[in-house]
């Protein structure tokens, strides 16, 4: 058994009290608690501004599928991807390395899908998933 009384520990609770999370706790001086102080509020902020990038791209991105496409549902993307990458696993269509990375910077790293840049294949699939 371990000798919990030397365990030091900060609780995150949900607002129901249930633990969510656990952290250790380091006991710090008063410079070193201002400069984490200082990085997390840095990273509160990085993480807004990512959380405020993405939202900027979906909404450019829902005006642009709306000039290309017409009235595509948001879901529809999505689908045409999932058929696409199913086609290419089972060999039906051959796998372009940049348009899948190009698809996973738009989806984590908030970056820009040109669609006149993505495969001819794909692009027919939305057509068919958006009843164009």
Not at 1 to 12: E, G, W
Not at 49 to 76: A, C, M, P, Q, V
């Amino acid at each position: 058994m371990s000798d919990i009384k030397n365990k030091h520990i900060a609780v995150v609770c949900d607002e129901n009290g249930n633990c969510v999370s656990l952290a250790k706790v380091k006991v710090v001086n008063e410079m070193e608690y201002k400069k984490l102080l200082n990085e997390s509020e840095g990273h509160k902020k990085k993480c807004q501004s990512d959380k405020n990038e993405t939202n900027r791209i979906l909404n450019n991105f829902g005006k642009e599928i709306g000039n290309i496409y017409g009235k595509l549902k948001s879901n529809d993307l999505l689908v045409a991807k999932s058929i696409y990458d199913n086609f290419v696993d089972r060999g039906l269509l051959n796998d372009n390395d940049k348009f899948q990375k190009d698809f996973y910077d738009f989806i984590f790293n908030g970056c820009e899908l040109k669609f006149e840049d993505t495969p001819n294949d794909f692009q027919m699939i939305l057509r068919k998933v958006g009843n164009l």
